[in-house]
């Protein structure tokens, strides 16, 4: 895990200080080395967090054998030795996966991402062509951003923080980013927070030649069910699953398990025991308040884990907010993000690697909403628009069950989905506080508006990059920890989305795939759990003086940064305590820091 920062322009050697404040903005992503390299047309730049190839031989900018190829990548090639092997005519120097994908663009060119596993994101330049390769991962895990500097020059890091520091950008706030903020909290995977700095999507390549970008999608989550038996689901889920755990634990360093005490953490914890006899398992709860942390202890002693429980009093929250937010670079309103700080913080002071249950919800079924959404598909197949008009008249009249009051409001499951779950604020609400330019977002297949399956897709492609991903990759990158995540190993991942929704979801359960598969590796009482959030909510933060104090100076005054986007006396109507003043306390808090980057 590591960060990549560089420069594509003529005279690239003239750049070497933009290059050393790029990467010295990302020392964070990887305290143990830094490198600096250089073409007459490429500058190319690397922080590194040593954990596979821990000698000299796996330091980075990394050149090929003949020179003519340099890369700079961040992330984890999971189960590369097979792939060592298949193109062993390359002639290696040392162990790192990093040199892998050297040897794979020697022999296939582009056509390296059609068998490339893992995370990552890497930039090649290929000095013989005078040409920048870059690709992302397929979901997403690993980021990318880029933008074109004011003299014509290519720019990219792992951070927008890095691209800011070349000097070169003068950043432009996306109006649409702040519609899709407002909305969902984050902003989308498609899009940068400015509309001059872009991300490359999960799943996508880029190509620079002579000035010219050029990006392509090269793969597509899965876009059909698969019919299975029961029985047959279960022995592929736990055989795909076992092999995707056994190729993570791969590293020069110990890793370790974030262990939370639900269905998803125990599994990894449990499939980890497959292989070591010993592992290491974190949890982390706030003193006093409701936490999973007696289950994760019953995971423990049933696996007979190095277990580390963090408590702590839970500080200031206002002051936790200043502290970690500026690491997103961007909005971002889950709030989860400050507990996720602190476990990968109090993680880091034992391990540099962990595995985390992440996205097995999107995969399993395992939200609360996909049984609702479950239960809304018999009332959309009433669209016939007499109908829909006679049930709002009635609805105006009486009371009417939640399931019939999406039926009038909404079109689909799908509408319902991204419309209500998760949202924040409405459109017209967002249209009253000054913000009209809406983001529309393409899918990698055609959306079934009615399929409860899709609706997952769309997660995965749309929340788990956008909010999920990005949570998990800078608050474990704070801290210089790398975090791993065994649900997303591409074979295990698709086999999931394949899956029949009856094996995810019905009216009585949910993660009905996991729950079967899994159930004798666990114990009586975490068979019987469903998900739990962490345990504060918005109110009672609030309720803290220190939050109030915080709010009123970014939110409660006219000259607040805030407002050179939204109206001030729309956003006073929303100051109540709840996810929609969350919210537009996380845009200010950005948008404070966003006031400091420019120039006086």
Not at 14 to 39: S, V
Not at 198 to 208: C, F, G, I, W
Not at 282 to 301: Q, V, W
Not at 332 to 344: E, G, N, T
Request: charged content about 25%; hydrophobic content about 35%; overall charge negative.
């Amino acid at each position: 895990m590591c960060g990549i920062a560089g420069i594509i322009t003529p005279n690239a050697r003239n750049y070497q200080e933009n290059l050393q404040k790029m990467t010295d903005t990302i020392a964070h992503r990887g305290p143990d080395a830094q490198g600096h390299e250089f073409y007459d047309s490429a500058a190319m730049g690397h922080r590194r967090l040593s954990i596979v190839d821990l000698s000299e031989t796996g330091k980075q900018p990394m050149f090929s054998n003949t020179k003519n190829e340099c890369i700079v990548f961040n992330g984890e090639i999971y189960g590369y030795q097979p792939l060592k092997k298949k193109y062993g005519d390359y002639p290696y120097r040392g162990s790192s996966d990093t040199e892998v994908i050297l040897a794979m663009y020697q022999n296939k060119g582009k056509d390296l991402l059609k068998e490339l596993p893992g995370m990552f994101s890497f930039a090649i330049w290929n000095n013989e062509k005078q040409e920048l390769f870059c690709a992302r991962d397929r979901f997403g895990e690993k980021p990318f951003y880029f933008a074109t500097g004011k003299n014509g020059e290519f720019v990219f890091g792992s951070e927008i923080k890095a691209v800011l520091a070349s000097g070169l950008i003068t950043p432009e706030v996306n109006n649409e980013a702040l519609y899709h903020f407002l909305q969902y909290g984050y902003v989308s995977a498609y899009q940068s927070i400015y509309s001059n700095i872009h991300t490359l999507p999960p799943a996508h390549s880029l190509v620079v030649t002579n000035g010219e970008i050029s990006i392509e999608r090269y793969y597509n989550i899965p876009k059909n069910d698969i019919i299975i038996s029961l029985s047959e689901a279960k022995e592929e889920f736990t055989s795909l699953l076992k092999n995707a755990v056994g190729k993570q634990l791969i590293a020069d360093v110990e890793v370790g398990s974030f262990l939370s005490g639900g269905l998803d953490s125990s599994t990894i914890v449990a499939m980890v025991n497959e292989f070591k006899n010993q592992q290491t398992t974190i949890s982390f709860g706030y003193s006093g308040e409701d936490s999973e942390l007696k289950f994760a202890e019953e995971i423990a002693e049933k696996y007979h884990t190095n277990h580390i429980e963090i408590y702590e009093n839970r500080g200031d929250i206002a002051e936790e907010l200043v502290k970690v937010q500026p690491y997103f670079d961007e909005p971002f309103a889950d709030m989860s993000y400050v507990p996720q700080y602190k476990i990968c913080q109090a993680a880091a002071r034992h391990l540099k690697v962990v595995l985390a249950g992440d996205v097995g919800d999107e995969l399993f079924g395992g939200y609360s909403f996909y049984q609702v959404e479950n239960q809304l598909k018999n009332h959309f197949s009433y669209r016939n628009q007499l109908v829909k008009f006679g049930l709002k008249q009635y609805g105006k009249l009486k009371e009417v069950s939640f399931l019939t009051r999406q039926n009038i409001e909404h079109n689909s499951m799908l509408d319902f989905h991204q419309n209500h779950v998760r949202n924040y604020f409405n459109t017209k609400e967002i249209g009253k506080l000054g913000i009209r330019e809406k983001h529309h977002q393409t899918y990698s297949f055609q959306q079934n508006p009615h399929s409860l399956n899709d609706v997952m897709r769309t997660d995965l492609e749309k929340y788990v990059p956008g909010n999920m991903l990005v949570k998990s990759d800078r608050m474990a990158m704070a801290n210089s920890l790398e975090v791993r995540t065994p649900f997303l190993d591409v074979d295990f991942a698709e086999f999931c989305i394949q899956l029949p929704e009856n094996l995810k979801v019905n009216t009585d359960n949910d993660k009905i795939i996991l729950r079967e598969a899994m159930q004798n590796y666990w114990t009586e009482t975490i068979r019987n759990r469903h998900k739990q959030g962490f345990g504060s909510s918005v109110s009672s933060w609030f309720e803290e003086k220190s939050m109030m104090e915080l709010s009123h100076n970014l939110l409660s005054q006219k000259d607040a940064a805030i407002f050179d986007y939204l109206s001030f006396d729309e956003a006073q109507r929303f100051l109540t305590k709840d996810k929609k003043h969350w919210n537009l306390l996380q845009l200010a808090l950005w948008a404070q820091k966003n006031k400091e980057l420019k120039p006086s």
